[in-house]
């Protein structure tokens, strides 16, 4: 126990949970974690942050879970990181760094990760002249294209700078020497002139009754650098290098402020920039002048209100959508996490902790973009919906076109699956391009992007238009069998999509402009009862509302009917209705053949019903599945039914030696036809599967 004790004072605010694990660790590791805690303390840190940067330096995991619960929100994003590490050592001297950092903020989840990993690593680099040169500079690389942008992002400029200053001392020893020097050459004048011209602007500001603080604002050597070479100016052709920061208490006294800085020292007019009354897309505000100021040396002065500040400092000003140029949808996940960060860092300011806010965040800062891995470890974001065709089509038209399988994470997949961000994907090709029709259809689930469908209809346009007539056919009689209205003439549904001939049907289907599915739904609607006459009185409305899940019976609701089982009709199904023997009306689509047996011999007892308002129930429904026999047919086959969330209620197969095939009869629930629609051209889309239609 004497070695725990000891070892506890080396870190200052060390839990008693981790002593036994600090007893086991190098003094040089605790030193380090010491350092990084105090980083921590100055990033307003939470005690969860601190307790996951402590276990994280230790290993001790376990103990501080028990300790504090809520630890365990942020182990998985630590431990994610490690892969975004692993990703940068193998890309290309940082051209994929943007798509890694977008990885690294979708996988962690929990923006507490990030300010642990900024101090782990502001650490490292504090004492990467100790690690060997190929180390070194693997690390500092690192830095430069993830850490330092990071904080960039968070508007954790301390941190930012020391990080910049640090991998840019590693990546370019000679440069930073020479500007440290030239720096170092004039400290001591730049100092004494920066605190005389800091007197004078304070003298100045209190005669004109200006509360204000006036402070030196340091410049720190890779911004020098970086500003030394977009202007291509040599060192002392630099306007800050000498400068002031001005708070003042309100918007008014920043022009005011301003003034007097111009009355007391000559302006440059082109280095004058007023962001108060123009501010930058993230809304940063400051007033921004240069002047010839004492000994005719060159002066920046800043000038912003102390709440301006408390925006631009403290980690909520996302700086980066104007140094960087961020922008777009890929950013809108991100700028929802800045808002629940700037919240939170509000609340620990204030010494409030609201227990919501972290049930807010995480419900409220879900991802719309996923970012997945080429098998080179390249970074592409996508939809969040997207398919692993999606992607193929992201990489390259001609890709896609050739695609004939996927594999994600080494591990074959359908084409209609959703990766995940960070899964890697490889994509199968054939030698030739052949993309299929169904690819083109919204409910089959292969496309989510209308790009990717744009592309797959060009490929099909450039074809000969008799052969899209003959696979526009083909593809509408598949569908019309499936949903049990073959046979209907289309004729006069053509009107409605502004079409004269049913070839220009047939080709609008083969290109994807107009969905098998969108078919067999007007077929339906056109064998649904017509509205009562507009000539007609209109009739009176019932009283009652019908049930949510209820049919209208001759325009009244919550009648006794029951569905009959001959032929399982479904919302969206023409249906009608016959008046059995003590179950009430009997609901029948209107093509059922025992429906038309039993009307011939009693056509009294018909009656029109319609589906009531708002129908939300589920509906049983038989379905009959043919396809080669092979090893996991059911598993895949259930599998999209547990997708769609489409309860099974019975399934029974066989398998016919003879031909080797199997044929797979089940009852399921669904909502209506185009719930049906969508699970029988996700069946038809399987491998080996033949035909996936509704029986009766």
């Not at 430069?144 to 910049?164: F, M, S, T």
């Not at 009355?263 to 993230?282: M, S, V």
């Not at 009107?495 to 220009?504: I, N």
């Amino acid at each position: 126990m004497a070695a725990v004790a000891d070892s506890v004072p080396s870190v200052a605010g060390l839990p008693d949970w981790a002593g036994a694990a600090a007893a086991r660790c190098q003094p040089v590791q605790l030193e380090h974690l010491r350092e990084a805690l105090q980083i921590l303390d100055g990033l307003i840190a939470d005690p969860a942050s601190r307790a996951a940067a402590i276990a994280h330096a230790l290993d001790c995991w376990d103990e501080a879970e028990q300790a504090l619960p809520e630890v365990a929100q942020l182990r998985p994003g630590l431990a994610e990181a490690g892969r975004i590490w692993s990703l940068h050592g193998g890309s290309s001297a940082g051209g994929n760094a943007e798509g890694l950092r977008r990885l690294l903020l979708a996988i962690v989840r929990d923006l507490r990760v990030v300010f642990v990993l900024l101090a782990e690593q502001l650490v490292r680099m504090r004492h990467a002249q100790e690690l060997p040169e190929d180390e070194r500079l693997k690390l500092a690389r690192l830095t430069a294209d993830i850490h330092a942008p990071l904080a960039n992002r968070l508007g954790i400029w301390q941190v930012k700078w020391e990080l910049e200053d640090l991998a840019f001392r590693c990546l370019n020893l000679e440069t930073y020497r020479r500007i440290s020097q030239l720096l170092d050459e004039r400290r001591s004048d730049r100092e004494r002139y920066i605190k005389n011209a800091q007197q004078t602007l304070e003298q100045a500001l209190s005669a004109a009754g200006i509360s204000a603080e006036v402070a030196g604002r340091p410049k720190h050597i890779f911004s020098i650098w970086k500003k030394m070479s977009r202007k291509n100016a040599v060192f002392g052709e630099l306007y800050d290098v000498r400068a002031l920061r001005v708070l003042v208490d309100d918007l008014p006294s920043c022009y005011a402020a301003l003034g007097i800085v111009h009355a007391l020292w000559t302006p440059i007019p082109q280095e004058f920039d007023d962001y108060i009354a123009r501010p930058k897309g993230n809304n940063y505000q400051s007033l921004h002048t240069a002047v010839v100021g004492p000994e005719g040396k060159t002066l920046e002065v800043q000038v912003r209100s102390q709440q301006m500040h408390a925006h631009a400092e403290l980690g909520v000003a996302a700086h980066w959508k104007y140094k960087e140029g961020g922008s777009g949808a890929a950013d809108g996940a991100f700028e929802r996490k800045i808002t629940w960060l700037r919240q939170l860092l509000e609340n620990r300011e204030a010494g409030e902790d609201d227990p919501g806010l972290y049930e807010g965040f995480r419900t409220d800062t879900s991802e719309d973009r996923i970012y997945v891995l080429t098998p080179r470890g390249e970074v592409i974001d996508l939809p969040a919906d997207a398919t692993v065709l999606d992607f193929a089509y992201h990489v390259h038209t001609e890709v896609g076109h050739r695609c004939r399988g996927a594999k994600v994470n080494g591990r074959i997949v359908p084409l209609t699956f959703t990766p995940q961000s960070g899964d890697r994907i490889e994509i199968m090709t054939g030698k030739e391009s052949a993309p299929r029709r169904d690819w083109l259809n919204p409910q089959s689930g292969y496309l989510a992007s209308g790009r990717a469908r744009d592309k797959v209809r060009a490929w099909f346009r450039r074809l000969d238009r008799d052969q899209n007539v003959r696979a526009g056919s083909a593809l509408l009689e598949r569908e019309l069998k499936r949903m049990g209205v073959h046979g209907k003439p289309l004729e006069p549904l053509l009107p409605r999509w502004q079409l004269k001939k049913l070839d220009e049907l047939h080709v609008a289907v083969a290109l994807g402009e107009i969905t098998p599915g969108q078919v067999a739904r007007a077929v339906h609607e056109a064998e649904a009862p017509p509205d009562a006459d507009d000539s007609a009185p209109a009739p009176r409305l019932p009283s009652r509302p019908p049930r949510q899940d209820a049919v209208s019976i001759e325009g009244v609701g919550n009648l006794m009917h029951s569905y009959a089982r001959c032929c399982q009709a479904l919302p969206g199904d023409a249906i009608i209705g016959y008046i059995t023997q003590g179950r009430g009306v009997s609901i029948h689509r209107q093509d059922c053949r025992s429906f038309a047996h039993m009307s011939g011999r009693h056509p009294e007892r018909v009656l029109a019903v319609g589906w009531g308002i708002g129908n939300t129930g589920q509906f049983e429904v038989d379905l009959r599945i043919r396809a080669y026999d092979r090893g996991h047919l059911l598993k895949d086959i259930t599998g999209v039914f547990a997708g769609l969330a489409i309860a099974v209620l019975s399934l029974n197969s066989r398998v016919l030696p003879d031909h080797g095939l199997a044929e797979i009869h089940c009852a399921a629930r669904v909502h209506d036809v185009e719930q049906l629609a969508q699970l029988l051209n996700r069946l038809g889309s399987l491998p080996s599967v033949l035909e996936a239609k509704r029986v009766n």
